[in-house]
């Protein structure tokens, strides 16, 4: 029997074709907020040899962990609504270290991710944020690999770097790691979650309320 890495690596074709039956996990958009606290150099530690793309300051008294999905549309809502306003208040001007981290609910998200990390580091947000603007074009479309190697032609890619970054088993394994941490130790039960200095906040979450956690912990 075939396991969830042999249905993904493979070329592009295939693992598409596939993607619209495959689930990796059946975790929609949360909601509400838990006040849990988990252990913040845990969280700093991601599982499968992992290497975050994070933001901001490294060194700020505050580290914002989100764990995404592209095919959220709760993921989607943030990233569009929310984060161009975090970005400008809290990261860019280096108040907070903000790591975006993949959750991977399904096999369209490990595409998008592994799509990402083979753009390179310059690219890799940029990557993710086409796919957030164009998810209503992607994740529902009854032919993900032609809808989804469309947009990645626009990101630069081609055929043989499209397939190429599927072929890489490493990631994959590491972004199954991650997911399974995520559930295990860390109570995951949706997406986005996000956690302040290991304190979680579930579901969709407005600058404001993220605001009332940031903003005490900077004082």
Known sequence: MANRRNILIGSGAAVLAAASGT???LLFGATGALAQQFDAAKLMAPAGNYKDHALGNPQSKVTLIEYLS???????????????QLKAEYIDTNKIQYIPRPFIRNVLDAVVFMLAEAAGEAKYHDVVETF?????????SNTPNDAIFAIAQQLGFTKESYDAALTNQ?????????????LDEF???????????????SGETSLEALKAEIDPLLA
């Open 132 to 140: 957030f603007k164009t998810q209503d074009t992607w994740a529902a």
């Open 170 to 182: 490493d990631l994959y394994a590491g972004l199954e790691a991650v997911q399974k941490q995520a």
């Open 187 to 201: 109570k995951l039960q949706g997406t986005p979650t996000f956690y302040i200095n290991g304190k979680m906040l």
């Open 70 to 84: 592209p095919t959220c549309p709760h993921c989607k809502a943030f990233a569009l609504d929310v984060y161009p």
């Open 23 to 25: 689930s990796l996990s």
